[in-house]
Structure formats: C-alpha cells, structure tokens
C-alpha cells in the first residue's frame, strides 16, 4: 500500500516549457487535489476533484491544468512555466470530500524551480 | 470568505522552554480542527479537535479548541531541536467539495 505517490521529486523548468506533475493513490480515495506551498503562505488550493471526471479551480487555478480520467490517477499539467510558478507542490487525498474532517494523506511533494 | 489565520508567523526559542502558537479561524458550517507538523517534507498529523474544551494530548504536544472565541491554541513543552518545523492548522471548507482551509503557518526554531 503505497499511499500517494508524487513524481519527480526535484524539477527545473526554463520559463516557457511545459510538463507535468504526476500523482497517483491506491487508496481508492475519491478525493483528490493539488497545493502549491509558498513562504509565508501555508499552502493553497489549486485544483481538486470529488471523483472520476470531475474537476473543479482551486483558489489559484490560473496557469494550471488537471484532469481525472481514473480514480488513482489525478496529474497536474504547467501549460507554459512561469518564473511565479516555483513553489513546493503537494498532491493529497482523502476518501471522501466529506472526510477532510479526518485530514489528508499527502504526497512528499514536488520541489519546482522556474528559470 | 472561510479562512485561517496562525500567530506568530515564526518563534526562535531555546531548548526547555515552552510555546503556545495561535490559529483562529471563520468557516461556515465548522466541522473540525487540525493541526500538522511539517519538516522540509509533506505535513503529517498531529491532531484533530471537534468539541470545544477538551485537550487532545500527545508526549509533550496538547491542543485544545474554543468554538465559541472560533480559536486552536497548539501548545509545547520541554522544547527539543527535533521540534523545530512549521506547524499547520487547518480546517476543512465545505465551499468547495471538502478542501482543507490551511493557515500561513508558524515557524518554530528551537536552539540548543
């Protein structure tokens, strides 16, 4: 039982290029989502998903994609990297939407750097 | 607008000393109350509160909830270096399908 696993763990971008963060649970958890951690910020909700198919904006969605065609799968998509882009990001889920009562399991994070 | 927000944002203290950080909260429809540990990797739970007044203890970690002051305190004893980390409290919004609310954090350094 892997929990959330978040790949890579260390990524630099040139400002411009694209890529995707990959996360993935097998926890069968319909809950999932995406947070960006800046200094000072506590972390912030970009994009989640109550489910298979489903996908809804965060508090800040802008330059970001996502979508959830499995219920393991729920990978973040950088369009076009921009220098305000780099931040820790953390990928987490939970059984339901409900059971946020009971927190998060979190991945270990993606560390990206936007040059 | 739900929100959270920690005080003091960052705390520098010695070795045996104790510390209380601050988290009050305004959330529509409150559910409950976390707090997490976080060392240069993923958060990872500490507590959850749901019912105001009653501690929640682990080792030399307590936290305890006013609903009605909408306010967590987190407290530590006999501080260790091992306790430096960013502590987050969080509490889960109902607004948009069950994401956790988390506030900036608060920054602990303990010296030896």
């Known amino acids: 039982n892997a929990g959330v696993t978040q790949t890579p763990k260390f990524q630099v971008l040139k400002t411009g290029q694209s890529m995707t963060l990959q996360c993935a649970q097998d926890m069968n958890h319909e809950y999932m989502s995406w947070y960006r951690q800046d200094p000072g910020m506590g972390l912030r909700l970009i994009h989640y998903?109550?489910?298979?198919?489903?996908?809804d904006q965060g508090e800040v969605p802008n330059g970001y994609n996502v979508s959830r065609s499995t219920t393991e799968d729920f990978p973040l998509r950088l369009l076009s990297a921009a220098p305000s882009q780099t931040s820790v990001y953390f990928c987490?889920?939970?059984?339901?939407?409900?059971?946020?009562?009971?927190?998060?399991?979190f991945g270990s994070g993606t560390r990206l750097t936007v040059v | 607008e739900d929100k959270v927000v920690q005080s003091p944002l960052s705390l520098v203290v010695h070795e045996g000393d104790t510390v209380t950080l601050n988290c009050s909260y305004e959330?529509?429809?409150?559910?409950?109350l976390l707090w997490y540990k976080q060392e240069k990797k993923a958060p990872t739970f500490l507590f959850m509160l749901?019912?105001?007044?009653i501690e929640k203890k682990s080792g030399r970690l307590s936290s305890i909830l006013d609903k009605k002051e909408l306010f967590s305190i987190l407290n530590i004893t006999a501080t260790q270096t091992g306790d430096s980390a960013v502590y987050l409290c969080?509490?889960?919004?109902?607004?948009?399908?069950?994401?956790?609310?988390f506030g900036q954090g608060t920054e602990l350094s303990v010296k030896p």
């Open positions: 969080a509490v889960p919004s109902y607004n948009q399908g069950g994401k956790l609310i």
């Open positions: 987490a889920s939970s059984l339901t939407g409900l059971s946020a009562n009971y927190g998060y399991t």
């Open positions: 998903s109550v489910g298979a198919g489903i996908t």
């Open positions: 749901t019912s105001s007044g």
């Open positions: 959330v529509t429809n409150f559910r409950s």
